[in-house]
């Protein structure tokens, strides 16, 4: 195929965002509005507040990427890609109804994008040469947490998922319960203030049972849950009788909660890597993506299990590319539309879309 150029455009929760990126795997312009101050009074996303800020500002976030480029959307795009799921139904209506539009508007292909694989593929794009297939993938983000195989483009087996919340709920409801103050801008938000806090504290100070720890053998035992260390860290707070204002007792916790997070996720990695070696693929890289990967402990921890047990690398997008955004849909417009995946102008969202 000759070259191509793709506008991506993602709506699938709280950020709106739209980029333009080229089959040569350059990112040729971005654009995000993020909306933390609109939800961060409620304490957590409200769908209704978010759909309508979609609604007023995906337009100009459109314009803003295409006036970085200095092009002209009907001359200098070919393709439009778009997040149709997994994610807030609204939402995800929203920055569909408007990628459809365009691309029918237009007469040019549009790809809907699966969320999850738009994570996953980013790390193809952000490496200076693209991770080849097949790799080990661990997607953490404030809507999933889902360990995968990725063969190819399109080609994925589920190996675990959480069982109740995920891993980035349990880090924005233990930054709730502790009354943490979201950190600010991109990058921003309750688990990155979590993380802040959690630097100084220490992780031994208090007991909690690390999750699911039963029958490491069966597949199944590669699920995941994060409800009861959230229930966890509260009960210490009430057995305890423990005070929130005293800012040692909240490093200590956010510790405690990040440390048994942590270990969590590496017990349940260790039984991937496992599984995949008595299946005979040939890893070539484990891929963390999704807004947790941005937290700099998960991935410390993360590249020493890698590197040091299984002797491959750890691959993380930038953390501005692991949080929701526009480029992440962009390439995997690029991606599939290589391989001639294409949909058409009728296709609906669909909030849950299993991988
Ligand atoms: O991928 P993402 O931007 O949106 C979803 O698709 O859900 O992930 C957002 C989640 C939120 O729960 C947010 O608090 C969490 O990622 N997050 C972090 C960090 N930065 C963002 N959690 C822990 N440590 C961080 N540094
Ligand atoms: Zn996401």
């Not at 007469?107 to 040469?129: D, F």
């Amino acid at each position: 195929r000759s070259p191509f150029t793709v506008l991506g455009i993602e709506t699938s929760c709280d950020d709106t965002g739209v980029a333009i990126v080229n089959s040569d795997r350059q990112i040729i312009s971005e654009a995000i509005h993020l909306q933390q101050q609109l939800h961060e009074p409620y304490g957590g996303i409200v769908p209704n507040l978010a759909m309508s800020s979609h609604q007023q500002n995906l337009p100009l976030v459109i314009r803003e990427a295409l006036d970085k480029a200095n092009m002209d959307i009907a001359r200098d795009i070919d393709v439009v890609a778009v997040t149709r799921g997994p994610g807030l139904p609204a939402c995800l209506g929203n920055g569909l109804s408007a990628g459809k539009a365009l691309a029918a508007a237009l007469r040019k292909p549009l790809i809907g994008v699966h969320h999850m694989e738009a994570h996953a593929l980013t790390a193809r794009l952000t490496q200076p040469i693209p991770v080849p297939f097949p790799f080990l993938t661990l997607l953490i983000s404030g809507g999933h947490t889902l360990i995968l195989v990725a063969h190819g483009v399109n080609n994925y087996t589920q190996l675990g998922t959480t069982i109740d919340d995920s891993i980035g709920e349990a880090y924005d409801k233990t930054a709730r319960l502790l009354k943490l103050p979201w950190l600010k801008g991109r990058g921003g938000g309750p688990g990155a203030a979590l993380e802040r806090i959690a630097e100084k504290g220490d992780p031994k100070k208090y007991k909690v049972p690390i999750p699911m720890t039963k029958d490491k053998r069966r597949k199944e035992e590669m699920d995941l849950s994060f409800s009861g260390l959230k229930t966890s860290i509260s009960n210490l707070i009430t057995n305890y009788n423990l005070d929130l204002d005293d800012e040692d007792v909240k490093r200590d916790l956010a510790s405690t909660f990040q440390k048994t997070a942590i270990t969590h996720l590496t017990d349940k990695l260790e039984l991937a890597f496992r599984w995949c070696r008595e299946k005979d693929i040939k890893l070539t890289a484990l891929v963390v993506s999704g807004g947790v990967a941005s937290n700099k402990s998960i991935r410390s921890s993360l590249e020493s299990l890698a590197t040091e047990r299984y002797n491959l690398p750890l691959i993380c997008p930038p953390p501005h590319l692991c949080t929701d955004n526009g480029v992440m849909v962009a390439w995997t417009g690029v991606e599939r539309f290589r391989i001639g995946l294409v949909d058409e102008y009728i296709i609906d969202h669909l909030p849950r879309w299993p991988i």
